[in-house]
């Protein structure tokens, strides 16, 4: 038995007639009567009841007719298999700071869902070190990291941008050093934020040992209270370069010794399925134009 045979018995009942299916399948009128005739020896049943030009089938047909469906479309699905599973299709857990999500990953995700709305994508807020934690137990697929360049032995890393770090105050901030003043906070990232150790270098170097401080893992928060007035930070410049173009906030670019980087991370031994390599080539893309 073959599947066309069954393809043809589907196509005369859908037509009504032999000749029309064999027009439409391509075939002589010869071949599609072979197909059916391997059925019915195959079975040695008749698929007809042959009463003139009338095409009536029997109640073995009827019966046989009921499978057809069922059967062709699960052969359909079956062999169109491999080239669904190239496809970008289900899971992919992408983890990345709150600045890198809300600055640099929403034009990614953007294009991504719109060419892949079958891929459901989950993102992680994280420290960068617990980011790169869960990338090695295999918790995320992939991580997007605002550090300095290091080299991991299971983590395959590349860099998409050079970031510029800077200091930020409130827009009316006088002064040139971006010390706070005595009623203002030094408003810090979390203790193993990397950044967040260069700032607290350059506060030493100045003399200058904050009590009044504020931590937090938000960078948006860091930025609303600045805005209040309410003290001075170090961020990333992207994160904040369009609020001082705005004048809603004071802002001196700092040349650390320190480079930063943004980077696109996985593990060494993570299969890369359609899903995971469309999403890093569109990562690479966009990132020529940061």
Known sequence: MEIKNFRTLKKIIE???????????????STVTFHIQSIENYYKKPLFNRLGN????TEFGRSLLDHIDTL?????????????????QGIIRIGAPESLMMYRL??????????????????????????????????????????PEYSYQQLHTTILKEEKMCFVAPHDYEGDDFLPTPSQMVLFTEKECTY????????????????????????????KYIRYGLGISYLPLFSVIEDAKQSKLK??????????????VYHKNKWLSPALKALIELSLKHSETW
Not at 54 to 57: A, D, G, K, N, Y
Not at 72 to 88: A, H, I, Q, R
């Open 15 to 29: 037509l009504n007639s032999f000749s029309k299916a064999a027009e439409a399948l391509g075939y002589a009128q």
């Open 54 to 57: 009338t095409i009536e089938l």
């Open 72 to 88: 062709l479309n699960t052969y359909d699905k079956l062999e169109g298999f491999s080239t669904s599973e190239n496809m970008p």
């Open 106 to 147: 929403h034009s990614i995700i953007k294009q991504y869902k719109s060419q892949y709305p079958n891929v459901e994508i989950i993102i992680i807020n994280d420290l960068c070190s617990q980011l790169r934690n869960r990338l090695n137990s295999g918790d995320l697929d992939l991580c997007f990291l605002l550090q």
């Open 196 to 223: 967040r150790e260069i700032f607290n270098n350059y506060l030493r170097s100045q003399s200058f040992y904050p009590s009044n401080i504020l931590e937090t893992g938000s960078v948006e928060a860091i930025k």
């Open 251 to 264: 802002i001196k670019q700092h040349d650390s010794t320190i480079t930063f980087y943004t980077q696109l």
